[in-house]
């Protein structure tokens, strides 16, 4: 008995030793290859293994595509769907955002409190009667107007804001720069709220019907606007708008950016009309600002006498009547084949000035001296397109001006005086070109431009001496 035991026992040993190993049994490897396929997973199990999966391949493309860009970044994000839930959370994230920072802004009676605050808690200089402070002072007023008005002022009163003002012998420094300092900043702030507001794709760009509708809203609380007729709104805001444009849309791409908006003087003279002295203000000052009404329905009037046939746009010859036919034939021509958009068919008002393209036309001419005005009337000058004129693109040019001079019944000129002096004006760099940096860089490029367009202003440039004297003599006769 003990012998058959211990014979079964020493078989039973011997049959585990030849048991071959897991991994080489065919119906392991069958069930692994069973699993791994995935055939005999649940659904879960399946949508993971897939997430996996997709999750590697686009890891995989990125890192391949990252590769080969090298190190140039990524520069186009693709804009969210119309509609799309992307769309509607970008959206309610800016109006959050935004409202957020409206609060923070302080009002109308935040901005009277803190300016009581300054002149409460500041003193008198003895020499000039100027309300000053010192930083001590300026400390002490930001502890009041912090109780009074709250913890929005704060930032107002840092130590880099106390030092970007000029002092006196004493370290202190005036009230009123530093008061008008936080309402400049409080206006501008608020200007872009609003302006981001209406960026409906919040590109930090507005087109040119959102800037209108920024414009529009702004007339209710400008108050030399207030008195404007409905009827001239929609033509006002198209006026007003194209300025923006003509200075902060160089590349003429239809849209402006925000933040050269607000640093731009277009925005400073559109809300110099937010001053109630109309009655004030002369004539010549209102048409001076472009903004103001007065210059708006000069414009819009100067339009209509010109538009002859009444079609809404401007030939060449109904341009001609400009300034009463003082600018030159050639100077017209090159307006048309630079400034007026071709249409599409060949017939029609296809190559005639729409009332936009007149309002640059006009924008230019009145200024002449700026980078834009004078960049608009360049192209015009530059006869072959080279980005330079040469001495006989300056003969070409000015040799309407002289016909116009002497059927004017004005003395005989020598062209080649006159290019000389115009060379002498601007001094270019290269002696046989003159660039558009060239007349930037003189200081005298609108004068130059004015006496190669326009007969009255080289008339005027021929009598700058004597219009110097007329402007002399009322003061004296005055004190007489």
């Not at 002149?119 to 100027?130: F, K, L, M, P």
């Not at 925005?267 to 600002?289: C, G, I, K, P």
């Not at 001094?427 to 558009?436: Q, V």
Request: net charge negative; proline share 3%; glycine share 6%.
């Amino acid at each position: 008995m003990y012998s058959g035991s211990s014979d079964g026992e020493s078989h039973d040993t011997s049959t585990q030793r030849r048991i071959p190993p897991a991994s080489s049994m065919l119906w392991v490897r069958n069930l692994r290859r069973y699993i791994g396929s995935g055939a005999g997973l649940g659904s879960e199990a399946l949508m993971e293994l897939e997430t996996k999966r997709i999750l590697l391949e686009i890891f995989k493309d990125k890192q391949q595509k990252s590769q080969e860009a090298g190190t140039i970044p990524s520069f186009y994000k693709k804009k969210p769907e119309e509609g799309s839930i992307s769309q509607r959370v970008q959206r309610l994230a800016k109006y959050r955002f935004l409202k957020k920072q409206s609060d923070l802004l302080l009002n109308s009676d935040d901005l009277a409190a803190m300016w009581n605050c300054l002149r409460e808690n500041c003193v008198i200089d003895d020499g000039t009667g100027a309300e000053k402070m010192n930083y001590e002072d300026f400390c002490h007023i930001a502890s009041v107007c912090t109780e009074q008005i709250g913890p929005k002022c704060r930032r107002f009163f840092s130590p880099s804001n106390f030092m970007k003002f000029e002092k006196d012998e004493a370290g202190r420094i005036a009230i009123l720069p530093f008061y008008l300092y936080v309402m400049r900043t409080v206006s501008l702030t608020q200007a872009r709220i609003d302006m981001s507001e209406l960026d409906e794709d919040s590109d930090g760009f507005l087109q040119s019907q959102e800037m209108e509708s920024y414009i529009s809203g702004l007339i209710p609380n400008l108050a030399q606007l207030r008195d404007m007729p409905d009827a001239f709104t929609n033509t006002y805001c198209r006026i007003a708008s194209q300025k923006f444009f003509f200075f902060c849309d160089p590349h003429r791409r239809g849209k402006a950016c925000i933040k050269k908006i607000l640093l731009s003087n277009c925005l400073q003279e559109l809300m110099e009309l937010h001053q109630e002295s109309e009655e004030e203000v002369t004539d010549t000052e209102q048409a001076e600002n472009w903004f103001s009404l007065t210059s708006a329905q000069r414009i819009c009037d100067m339009f209509l006498a010109l538009d002859k046939d009444c079609s809404g746009s401007l030939s060449k010859q109904e341009l001609k009547e400009y300034a009463d036919g003082t600018l030159t034939e050639i100077f017209i021509e090159r307006v048309f084949d630079e400034h007026v958009r071709r249409g599409k068919s060949g017939s029609g008002n296809s190559r005639e000035m729409d009332f936009d393209s007149f309002l640059d036309f006009v924008l230019a001419l009145e200024n002449k001296d700026t980078p834009e005005g004078l960049t608009y009337l360049f192209r015009c000058l530059d006869l072959q397109g080279r980005g330079f004129l040469t001495t006989a693109d300056i003969h070409s040019l000015f040799r309407d001006v002289h016909q116009k001079w002497i059927e004017g019944g004005n003395y005989e000129l020598c062209i080649e005086d006159v290019r000389d002096e115009i060379w002498d004006m601007v001094k270019p760099s290269d002696p046989l070109k003159i660039t558009l940096d060239d007349l930037l860089g003189c200081k005298q490029g609108g004068t130059v431009a004015s006496m190669l367009i326009d007969v009255r202003g080289f008339w005027a440039h021929d009598n700058r001496e004597n219009l110097l004297q007329e402007e002399e003599e009322p003061p004296e006769e005055e004190s007489q």
